[in-house]
Nanobody, 119 residues
Framework: QVQLVESGGGEVQPGGALNLSCTAS????????MGWYRQAPGKQRELVAG???????TYGDAVKRRFTISREYGKNTVDLQMNALKPEDTAVYYC?????????????WGQGIQVTVSS
């Protein structure tokens, strides 16, 4: 089973920046799509950003033009650069990998990493 190691979370002031990183261990799990979801207290889980198996990138509406997702295929790593952070970005962020073309029901989720934006 694939192991996902997430790093880079923490607390930052509004307007600040953080970079999240997720590395998938080598395994028999076929990784095609990679991305990030988040869940804030009392809210539903939502897509932050994802990269499909073909390299197409999709961002959630709330983070467009502030966040940038990137992937290193050879290292099975996906990064999320988060700029101009807002208090409403506070959430647990989950790395997700999937053997299919997109992040779907067969995806594997990391344990999550806390991001807190507060003054």
């Amino acid at each position: 089973q694939v192991q996902l190691v997430e790093s880079g979370g923490g607390e930052v002031q509004p307007g600040g920046a953080l970079n999240l990183s997720c590395t998938a261990s080598e395994s028999s799990f076929n990784i095609n799509a990679m991305g990030w979801y988040r869940q804030a207290p009392g809210k539903q889980r939502e897509l932050v950003a994802g990269i499909s198996s073909g390299g197409s990138i999709t961002y959630g509406d709330a983070v467009k033009r502030r966040f940038t997702i990137s992937r290193e295929y050879g290292k099975n790593t996906v990064d999320l650069q988060m700029n101009a952070l807002k208090p409403e970005d506070t959430a647990v962020y989950y790395c997700v990998v999937d053997p299919g073309r997109w992040l779907g029901a067969n995806g594997h989720w990391g344990q999550g990493i806390q991001v807190t934006v507060s003054s």
